[in-house]
């Protein structure tokens, strides 16, 4: 895979701003088409001020003070002033992959050429983005609108040599950085300073990392699945694409085929055919009775593709979103030379992004309450066919099992939930109600990202105790996946014969799971929501052709 990656500003995907945003050895340039139109939108915006066009953020003052006209030979200095005056978040700083993303959302927005920000400037930040040079952005303060001024102007900041970065694994001030890395700061003239901080750019790299690690979590939880409904004894008929085809929701479908698919040769499930046969021949024809084994499953394991489908769903329309917005002008005014004048817009509002991340939000609890009920059957004696209480395989009582595990994965779990009170509808007004309505995008994205974490440990705690339940009934009887998986687990994670802290093996495993585990699984083809109903039918297994 190259270690160049060209930006356009038209055709970036959120895989894309984590591939780069994680990765320091990728190195970013802009297209030959976006250096022509970054050209083409400064010129215009020069012509349109030698014809006396009065321009926000140009030649007006901006926020509560737009009333303010501008004397041109104010212009750096005002711009100098916007970046350092609305620097105004406060908290712990974002990590260094956040601030990456950050910065190549920015990057991207502006390679469309539309933002009237100068060449030479682009070709700076670029070359800092390039460098590692990561600014220290506080995470808390940001309204959403106008976009993300707060941790953007941390940015813009640092773009000037003002500020903190953290460059080779140091805190210094970036002076110091740029002058390391051989690069002059940015000298900002007209409009510079607002196109750098006017936009979405903060809660839009973050929303890219989230759908990113959201998906593969989601595609992980599957083979998850597949592993708990094994050690649990449950059905894989319910998971039939024949039956599923009759209520064709993508996402459904493409789950239910794939846990399906995954199940294939597994010997440890119970047959429902078999239990079928079973119950009738203890069925009278005149005597009410009760027998050790029922027809099908809980609704944690047969409604699987039922609450996986939307979540899947879900989350395709969400990376839609972001990815709409990533590839969108999202700064005020816009100097668009095709047309030929500048345009005074809302487009850095977040609102799109506020109200995907709230969404991304319930998805994600969703995940959650699912995988806490699992556990709940695992845990639970008489809910688990024939397992011991709390997984505990000998001296009961003197032991606890896997007891305490459920504390923490019903605590998260009820995290989650606590968390999803909607912040897109949260609106304050400020700025002497020139900001009347706000998006509260960045809030609504980092929470997302918290609810994201607390999913990764809560399922981390149910793929533990599959493999501890199938150490019990005897790992032989896996399928072909499921064993692959198992044997990766028990590389870092041992069958607990005896009580032992939970909480290194616990972040292991949420290592493995947000590292993409099914890499170290057996290749399995799998079917994705885009891929839609036709492409559900090609993925059957023999069995079902």
């Known amino acids: 895979m190259s270690n160049i990656f060209e930006i356009s500003g038209e055709s970036m995907k959120a895989a894309d701003i984590a591939r780069v945003a994680y990765d320091f050895d990728i190195k970013i340039k802009l297209s030959e088409g976006a250096c022509e139109a970054i050209v083409k939108s400064r010129q215009l915006l020069d012509d349109l001020l030698a014809q006396g066009k009065v321009i926000y953020g140009v030649n007006t003052s901006m926020g509560g003070f737009v009333k303010y006209l501008i004397p041109e030979k104010h212009a750096a200095h005002m711009q100098d002033n916007l970046i350092a005056a609305v620097a105004t978040n406060v908290g712990s700083y974002f990590d260094d992959p956040i601030v990456r993303a950050a910065m190549l959302a920015r990057i991207n927005s502006l390679a469309r050429g539309v933002s009237a920000i100068s060449l030479d400037n682009m070709k700076k930040f670029v070359a800092i983005f390039n460098h590692g040079i990561c600014p220290c952005i506080p995470q808390k303060g940001s309204l959403g609108t106008s976009g993300d001024l707060g941790p953007l102007a941390a940015i813009a900041l640092a773009l000037t040599g003002k500020w903190q970065v953290r460059y080779r694994g140091e805190v210094m001030a970036a002076s110091d950085a740029l002058k390391a890395a051989g690069i002059e ?4 003239s007209y409009k510079e300073g607002l196109a750098l901080i006017n936009g979405t750019s903060a809660m839009t790299g973050l929303a890219c990392l989230t759908i ?3 998906e593969k979590i989601i595609e992980s939880y599957e083979s998850i699945t597949a592993l708990t409904l094994e050690t649990l004894k449950g059905k894989r008929k319910a998971f039939s694409p024949l039956v599923h085809a009759e209520k064709p929701h993508p996402g459904q479908m493409a789950s239910a085929t794939n846990i399906y698919n995954l199940l294939a040769d597994s010997t440890m ?16 024809d005149d005597v009410v009775d009760s027998a050790e084994d029922q027809i099908e499953d809980a609704y944690s394991l047969r409604c699987t593709p039922q609450i996986l489908g939307p979540i899947r769903d879900s989350v395709e329309y969400v990376k839609r979103v972001v990815e709409n917005e990533l590839n969108s002008s ?3 005014p816009l100097i668009i030379p095709k047309h030929g004048d500048a345009y005074h817009n809302g487009h850095f509002h977040g609102q799109y992004i506020a109200m995907a991340m709230d969404h991304l939000s319930l998805a994600l609890t969703t995940l959650s309450n699912l995988s806490d009920r699992r556990i709940d059957r695992f845990m639970d004696s008489n809910n688990s066919n024939g397992l011991p209480p709390f997984l505990c395989a000998s001296e009961q009582g003197i032991r606890l099992g896997l ?3 459920q504390f923490m994965s019903a605590s998260l779990t009820s995290e989650n939930r606590s968390l999803c009170v909607p912040l897109s509808i949260q609106s304050l007004p400020s700025t002497a109600d020139f900001q009347d309505i706000v998006s509260l995008g960045l809030v609504a994205a980092r929470r997302a990202r918290e609810i994201f974490d607390n999913a990764v440990y809560v399922i981390s705690f149910e793929l533990l105790c599959g493999c501890q339940a199938a150490d019990i009934r005897g790992a032989d009887k896996l399928g072909t996946h499921t064993t692959t998986l198992y044997n990766a687990v028990r590389r870092f994670v041992p069958f607990f014969d005896q009580d032992k802290p939970l909480t290194p093996y616990l972040e292991n495993i949420a290592s493995f799971i947000r590292g993409g585990m ?4 057996v290749p399995t083809e799998r079917v994705n929501v885009s891929q839609g109903f036709n492409k559900v039918g090609c993925t059957l297994t023999p069995e079902f052709h």
């Open 185 to 188: 700061p940015l000298k900002l």
């Open 212 to 214: 990113n690690d959201t």
């Open 269 to 284: 499930l119970s047959d429902e055919d078999s239990v079928s046969k079973e119950l009738r021949s203890k069925l009278s």
């Open 330 to 332: 999202s700064d005020n």
């Open 403 to 405: 007891m305490g595990g």
């Open 518 to 521: 099914i890499q170290l699984s």
